[in-house]
C-alpha cells in the first residue's frame, strides 16, 4: 500500500506538489498529467529519490526518507533513459550488479541474472554490450535489472518514451505480465489499458482520480 | 582501456581476475621503473604474445592499433622534439607496453569479476576506514564512463556536423559538457534508486 498524505513539495520558489493525499491499494495506477504537472515528483517519492517538503508518504507501513534502504528493496524505479541505468558494460553484468549487495555468491548472482533475462526474452544477451542493444532492448534490460531484486512494487517513469511503437508494445505487454504493483508514470495513454486506476495531476494539484475512462475523459478535456 | 569483454576459454580468459589486475599494476610499476628501450621492446613483446595466447580476434587487434598507433605518433612527434629520439622511443614504448596489457585485461576479464576481486582484496582495509563497494563500483563506473563518454561524443559531433559546424570547437564542447554532466546526474539518480547510496 503506499500512502500519500498532505504532501506538498517545492523547488526553491516554484511548487510543483500541493495538498496530495492519495491511499493506493491497486496493482495498477497511473499518473498522467502535462509536462512540470509534478507526477514524476510525486512518483520518485515513493522510493525516496524525492523527500517531500510538506507531509509524508508512506510505503508498506515505511517512511522512504526515514527508512530509505528497506523501502528501495521493496520498489524498484525504472527511469526514461534506460542508457543512465547501465551501469555495467554487458547486459548479464548489469542485472547481476542490482544483487550485490544481496549476500549471495557469484555464481548465484550470475544465474539469477540469466533467468531473468531469459524470462524477457533477452536470453542471448547477457555476454552482449548492453550499450549496443537496441531502445527497447535497453529499457527491457533497465527493467530485468529492477525484477531480478524481486520488489513488491514497481515505479516507471515515462518508460516509453523513447520507444518506437513496437518496442512500447512489447513494453506494455509486459508492464501487463508482471506481478508486482506497478505505479506507471506516462504520458502515452495507451498503456494504459488494463489499468485500476488514474489520477491525473495538473500544476501540482491532483483534478481526477478515478477509474481509466472517467479519468481520461478529464485529461483530454483539461488539455484541448 | 577501451574495450569490451570478449568471452572466451583461453588460459588468459580463465586466469582470476584479482590475479590479472594486480599483474597488470606490477607491470605498470616495473614499465615506468625501467629505462632500457630493449626490455620495455620485451615487455611490448609480452604483451603481444598475450593477445596471441588470449586468441584476440585480427578485428579487436586492428581497433587497437589504430587508435594507440595514432597516440604514439603524436607522443613521439612531441617528445622528439622537445626532448629528442631517446626519450621519445623510451616514453612511446612505455606507452605501448602499459596500454596494449590494461586492454588486454578488460578484453579478457569481465569487469563484474574486476569489481568483485577489488571488493575482496580490499576488504581487510575495512578497519581503515575503506569501503571496498564504493571503490569496486568506482572501478566499474570508471571502465562503463570511457563507452558512454564515447557515445555521447559520437553524437555531439553528428549534430554539429548536420548544422555544419563540424569545425567548430564551441558547437562540441558545450553540449557535450551538458550532455555528460546530465547523464551524471541521472546515473546517480539510478544508483541510489538500485540502492547505492544506502549503507
Not at chain 1, 532492448?137 to 520507444?163: G, Y
Request: glycine share 10%; net charge positive.
Amino acid at each position: 500500500m503506499i500512502e500519500f498524505e498532505g504532501v506538498g513539495h517545492r523547488y526553491g520558489e516554484r511548487v510543483v506538489l500541493s495538498d496530495v493525499d492519495l491511499r493506493i491499494p491497486e496493482r495498477r495506477v497511473a499518473f498522467v498529467g502535462a509536462n512540470g504537472s509534478g507526477k514524476s515528483t510525486l512518483a520518485r517519492m515513493i522510493n525516496g529519490l524525492v523527500a517531500p517538503s510538506a507531509g509524508r508518504v508512506v510505503v508498506d507501513g515505511l517512511d522512504p526518507v526515514r527508512e530509505g534502504r528497506a523501502v528501495r528493496k521493496r520498489v524498484g524505479f525504472l527511469f526514461t533513459n534506460p542508457d543512465s541505468q547501465i551501469v555495467m558494460p554487458t547486459a548479464g553484468e548489469d542485472v547481476a550488479f542490482s544483487l550485490r549487495r544481496s549476500g549471495l555468491s557469484k555464481d548465484e548472482r550470475s544465474r539469477r541474472a540469466a533467468e531473468v533475462l531469459e524470462r524477457h526474452g533477452l536470453g542471448g544477451y547477457a555476454d552482449h554490450p548492453a550499450h549496443q542493444l537496441s531502445g527497447g532492448q535497453k529499457q527491457l534490460l533497465a527493467l530485468c535489472a529492477m525484477l531480478v531484486l524481486e520488489p513488491d512494487i514497481l515505479v516507471c517513469d515515462e518508460p516509453t518514451t523513447l520507444l518506437d511503437l513496437r518496442n512500447k508494445r512489447r513494453f506494455a505487454e509486459t508492464l501487463e505480465g508482471l506481478a508486482q504493483q506497478v505505479v506507471l508514470v506516462t504520458h502515452d495513454l495507451d498503456l494504459l489499458s488494463g489499468f485500476d486506476r488514474v489520477v491525473v495531476l495538473e500544476a501540482g494539484r491532483v483534478v481526477a482520480d478515478d477509474e481509466p475512462e472517467p479519468a481520461l475523459e478529464h485529461y483530454r478535456k483539461l488539455v484541448a | 582501456m577501451n574495450a569490451w569483454y570478449e568471452p572466451g576459454t583461453t588460459v588468459v580468459h580463465r586466469a582470476p581476475a584479482g590475479v590479472k589486475f594486480v599483474a597488470l599494476l606490477v607491470l605498470a610499476v616495473v614499465i615506468f621503473a625501467l629505462r632500457s628501450p630493449g626490455w620495455l621492446g620485451a615487455l611490448c613483446a609480452v604483451a603481444v604474445l598475450g593477445y596471441a595466447v588470449a586468441r584476440v580476434s585480427w578485428r579487436r587487434c586492428w581497433g587497437l592499433l589504430r587508435s594507440l598507433g595514432l597516440l604514439v605518433v603524436v607522443v613521439f612527434a612531441l617528445q622528439w622534439w622537445l626532448l629528442g629520439l631517446d626519450s621519445a622511443v623510451v616514453v612511446c614504448l612505455r606507452i605501448g607496453a602499459a596500454l596494449a596489457a590494461a586492454n588486454l585485461v578488460t578484453i579478457t576479464t569481465r569487469v563484474d569479476d574486476l569489481v568483485t576481486a577489488v571488493e575482496r582484496g580490499l576488504r581487510p582495509l575495512r578497519r581503515f576506514g575503506v569501503r571496498p563497494n564504493r571503490l569496486g563500483l568506482l572501478i566499474g563506473l570508471t571502465l562503463q564512463a570511457v563507452a558512454t563518454l564515447t557515445g555521447i561524443a559520437a553524437e555531439v559531433r553528428e549534430a554539429a556536423r548536420a548544422r555544419g559546424a563540424d569545425r567548430s570547437v564551441v558547437a562540441f564542447t558545450v553540449p557535450f559538457l551538458v550532455r555528460t554532466l546530465r547523464h551524471a546526474d541521472e546515473l546517480g539518480e539510478a544508483l541510489a534508486a538500485r540502492g547505492e547510496g544506502d549503507r
